[in-house]
């Protein structure tokens, strides 16, 4: 296929910035690509990966690329446009791959030269592992990207956002565009939520397993392991997503408690009834999801349990 962007640069060569490198390269999605890591023994990694041409400065990663896109922690992505600017071409595009995308808006916008178009982006794709190794050109395929484009009135901006959907379809994504303030609350629901709660089991997990003398380990069932494999991901990545995310995190988490503590009425007074309706609910929603395409219906999720 003809390259949609001469050049990209990424900045951050961890799972998801290591995926659109190998994703771009293969699919001929980017003619060159230019990879930057604040992380020298990941720079010294992503070298030794192929992964595209990797630069020891910013400014020389970004200076003549297309398209910039920042792989790094919603907390670290000030920093790493504001570093990135000086040296940014005319008419660059901007984009990012956070889980939040108001507080993103908020902290680039103000940072972005005149000369430059800042799209944010969002590919609803990943792992719980991290770093250069972990990513796979695979990663978005039929997976979705959401963009949230902001109020940019200039008849070049339209053409950006257009060219930049064409990248991500290029690399396998279904694309989608959706407000920075509505995907945030979606996210919270799909993905932030889930997260947390993932992360406070485990937790809780953990300080019981001091008294059950690492029964909970030694006899985890399915429900605890998957678990534990989200509760894997980056604390750094989601740390940042909580407290970027924070106004639609606490909305939807004070609906979750509200809702817990109906269940715990039911499961107090034996109400079966409600038990099971909740229950039927809730399968049907694992349907839906396996209907869209988002996860196999496989035994056991389809993990491999050769290993």
Do not use: C
């Not at 990209?8 to 994703?23: H, M, T, W, Y």
């Not at 982006?121 to 792992?127: L, N, S």
């Not at 993932?198 to 059950?212: G, K, P, Q, R």
Request: proline share 4%.
């Amino acid at each position: 296929m003809a390259a949609v962007f001469d050049r990209i640069a990424i900045l951050g060569a961890g799972l998801v910035g290591g995926s659109i490198a190998r994703a771009a390269l293969e699919s001929g999605a980017a003619a060159a690509v230019m990879l930057y890591d604040t992380d020298a023994s990941v720079r010294r990694r992503a070298r030794e990966l192929n992964l595209g041409e990797v630069s020891d400065a910013v400014a020389d990663a970004v200076r003549d690329a297309d398209l910039v896109v920042l792989a790094v922690p919603v907390g670290a992505m000030a920093a790493a446009l504001r570093t990135a600017a000086p040296a940014l071409k005319r008419g660059a595009i901007v984009s990012d791959v956070g889980s939040v995308k108001q507080a993103v808006v908020e902290a680039l916008e103000p940072l972005l030269p005149a000369h430059a178009y800042l799209i944010p982006g969002h590919p609803i794709a990943g792992t719980e592992r991290s770093g250069p190794d972990a990513g796979f050109a695979t990663l978005f395929h039929n997976r979705w990207h959401i963009l949230t484009p902001i109020a940019d009135a200039r008849p070049e901006y339209a053409a950006a956002v257009t060219r930049l959907e064409e990248f991500w379809r290029a690399l396998g994504a279904n694309v989608e565009r959706m407000d920075a303030a509505h995907h945030d609350v979606v996210l919270a629901v799909t993905s932030h939520l889930p997260h947390l709660i993932a992360f406070n089991i485990v937790a809780m997990a953990e300080d019981l397993e001091s008294v059950t003398e690492s029964e909970v380990v030694k006899y985890s069932a399915s429900g605890f392991r998957d678990f534990t494999r989200i509760a894997a991901s980056d604390p750094t990545m989601w740390r940042d997503v909580f407290l970027n995310n924070k106004d639609a995190v606490l909305e939807v988490l004070g609906r979750f408690s509200e809702d817990l503590a109906a269940l715990q009425r039911a499961i107090r007074w034996s109400e079966g009834d409600a038990l099971y309706a909740l229950f039927e609910r809730a399968r049907r929603m694992r349907r839906e999801v396996i209907e869209a395409g988002q996860d196999t219906a496989a035994p056991n999720f389809g993990r491999d349990t050769s290993q």
